[in-house]
């Protein structure tokens, strides 16, 4: 998906009843910085007010969203500031799983790390064929966050959760719609099959497809915001490892690193 230039880090559009809400940084891939998060989490709480019923989260230029910027974590290396950007990502993805509207993400072309959990916060997940998915945290030696445990182990069970974060490895689209991570992939025409999918269910009963996903997530919210709470606390010790910095030094050499588990 592309659009023309804007200086906003976040883009959304209504048509109708629908919104978009589109990432904006497609010189890097859509990589979410401290300033792309807060605006993603100021505009998604003003949809969620809107007279929008179905929302589409989806990423301008060549794919989704690369996932967290590691280039601007490396310039500010404040660890003040660590906390207040888990918190922020805390409270984006509750807003989003817990929004009162139907949420489709619309994923091509890279969706890993954090992106990819922001986009499996959504109520449904529709990836066009170019797409590369990975929950690749561990290959600089970190932990998946924006909620990523919570959503794999919900979309795969424990044991397949465990082993798709710990191989970081990247899939196709088809390959993660085998195994469930993913509830759709579209060959040809993807924006178009994005737009039917979302008019698909503007023709069905809205404000009671909106309670089951109410109930739903009024069931789970504790254990997301468990969830949450336990990914700030391990990001930050993994943070301070050898592994971790090993994992920084091998990705700005663009070399594979030699992890030695400490």
Known sequence: ??????????????????????????????????????ELLHKLKE???????????????????AGGDIKSMLSDSDESK???????????VLTLYTMPKLVISAIHGPTAGLGLSLALAADYVIADISSVIA???????????????????????????????????RMSATEALKIGMIDEVVE????????????EWLQKPVKAMVQTKRILCQGNKEALLKVLELEKEGQFQMRTT????????????????VFQGK
């Open 82 to 92: 660590f906390l207040p950007i888990m918190n922020t990502i805390s409270e984006l």
């Open 135 to 169: 929950m690749n945290f561990i290959g600089i030696a970190l932990i998946p966050d924006g909620g990523g445990h919570f959503f794999l182990q919900n979309r795969l069970g424990e044991s397949l959760a465990k082993q798709i974060i710990w191989e970081g490895k």
């Open 47 to 65: 949809v969620s007010e809107s007279a929008a019923d179905v929302i589409v989260l989806c990423g301008n230029g060549r794919g989704f969203s």
């Open 242 to 257: 050898a592994d971790h910095k090993e994992g920084i030094q091998a990705f700005l050499e663009k070399r594979a690193p």
């Open 1 to 38: 998906m592309t659009v023309s230039s804007s200086t906003e880090c976040v883009i959304v559009k209504y048509e109708g009843r629908i919104a978009t809400v589109m990432l904006n940084r497609p010189n890097v891939l859509n990589a979410l910085d401290e300033a792309t998060l807060k």
């Open 188 to 199: 040809k025409g993807f924006p178009q099959a994005v737009k039917q999918k979302a008019e």
